[in-house]
């Protein structure tokens, strides 16, 4: 066993549009978690800006840089707690607008994703498909990759984090109230097809009509499920992992006999049509 790290999911509910109030509430949500013992600290998607907006210019104008102003007071609360912490949000860049996530820690900011696969769903009706390649980030904590939410029902995208040496692939996410089959099977299936730790946070709320399911989870590379969120509600969850075991691909059950390794198995030369055209 390696050395465990403990990972905070803070299931909250964002008031949409109020970027003040929810950063306040996520710098609240650091210390509780730092007072836990947490070094990971996960919030859902959209948690800086809300997510169900009726439209492009509405989300472009409490959309921020990446840095800017948010994640540079979540890196300064990573400063001095020596945390990490991974957070969603709406992200300008000129006048292009990303569903983004942020990875800030000690060092300041270490990564951003913008979202590849974009349901049509609230925000992401309007945003501009993401253009970052799929990136893991060497921590103090362990090798991190981020998702967002929709991403977690496209194998491929967590195969190629794992294959990047993910250790802990960080999804934060926005389950509205019709999709409850993602935390009862996706979340573990992608957890341990991949031999990964997966931390998966959603939110809770009523957002414009739309209801969120809550149920974050952590699991962990074997497909065990170490913690989950209430149903609907807010809620904070805690789980110890072990980064380590992600490098344990290959299982030994009988040596000799009967052996298996979840990446070396794998026969990619008869996957041409994965990147084919459909």
């Not at 800086?48 to 210019?57: D, I, P």
């Not at 031999?195 to 974050?216: D, K, M, P």
């Not at 609907?232 to 992992?241: N, R, Y």
Request: hydrophobic content about 45%; proline content about 5%; overall charge negative.
């Amino acid at each position: 066993m390696g050395r465990m790290i403990r990972v905070a999911g803070v299931q909250m509910d964002p008031q949409i549009g109020d970027v003040a109030g929810n950063l306040s509430r996520c710098l609240d949500g650091v210390e509780r978690a730092v007072a836990a013992g947490a070094q990971l600290v996960v919030f859902p998607e959209a948690a800086l800006t809300g997510y169900v907006y009726g439209g492009r210019e509405e989300a472009l104008v409490k959309a921020e840089t990446i840095p800017g102003p948010s994640t540079d007071a979540l890196a300064d609360a990573c400063r001095r707690t020596g945390a990490y912490v991974a957070v969603g949000l709406l992200e300008k860049d000129g006048d292009r607008l990303y569903n983004a996530s942020a990875l800030v820690g000690p060092e300041g900011l270490v990564g951003k994703y913008r979202k590849l696969h974009l349901p049509y769903l609230g925000v992401d009706r309007f945003v501009d498909p993401g253009d970052i390649a799929p990136a893991v980030y060497e921590t103090a904590i362990g090798r991190i990759g981020l998702a967002i939410c929709y991403d977690l029902d496209f194998p491929e995208y967590a195969r190629v984090l794992a294959l990047m040496g993910a250790q802990i692939i960080v999804t934060v996410t926005n389950w509205p109230d019709d999709i409850e089959f993602v935390p009862d099977f996706v979340v573990q299936t992608r957890a341990r097809e991949n031999i990964v730790n997966l931390v998966a946070v959603n939110r809770a709320g009523v957002e414009c009509g739309v209801r969120f399911i809550g149920r974050s989870m952590v699991v962990d590379p074997k497909g065990n499920v170490l913690a989950e969120g209430a149903h609907f509600e807010e809620d904070f969850i805690l789980a110890d992992i072990d980064p380590e075991a992600a490098d344990q691909k290959r299982k030994v059950v009988r040596p000799g006999e009967l052996e298996v390794d979840m990446l070396k198995d794998r026969r990619p030369e008869y996957y041409g049509r994965l990147i084919g055209e459909w």
